[in-house]
């Protein structure tokens, strides 16, 4: 189960952590994914960790502005983001599966568990 929180109305240029909390997995076991669906869009990828942290993808739109890292002790996965544009404004999605240390998912249909979403709106 994931519990995505964090999300709230904020300024362009302004600031938001999200967090994802993970329960009823091994939570070091999961490669973790955030992805969005703006309004009248279908969802997209945005970011993604592997079981290590050193392995994090991003979309173009998400490279030198968000940041995603997990801590482990907390089952729970972060996306900072900074540098908010009105186009950032989407309900975001935390996914999670179960995966060997080399793979990390970027693609929707790899994940099997996701969270209920959080909104995000960045006014301009």
């Known amino acids: 189960q994931l519990q995505a929180s964090g999300g709230g109305l904020v300024q362009a240029g302004g600031s938001l952590r999200l967090s994802c909390a993970a329960s009823?997995?091994?939570?070091?076991?999961?490669?973790l994914g955030w992805f969005r669906q703006a309004p009248g869009k279908g969802r997209e990828f945005v970011t993604a960790?592997?079981?290590?942290?050193?392995?994090?993808y991003y979309a173009d739109s998400a490279k030198g502005r968000f940041t995603i890292s997990r801590d482990n002790a907390k089952n729970t996965v972060y996306l900072q983001m900074n540098g908010l544009k009105p186009e950032d404004t989407a309900v975001y999605y935390c996914a999670a599966r179960s995966t060997i240390m080399t793979f990390t998912p970027t693609t929707e249909p790899d994940y099997t568990d996701w969270g209920q979403g959080t909104q995000v709106t960045v006014s301009s």
């Open positions: 009823g997995r091994t939570f070091s076991r999961l490669s």
């Open positions: 960790i592997g079981r290590s942290s050193s392995s994090t």
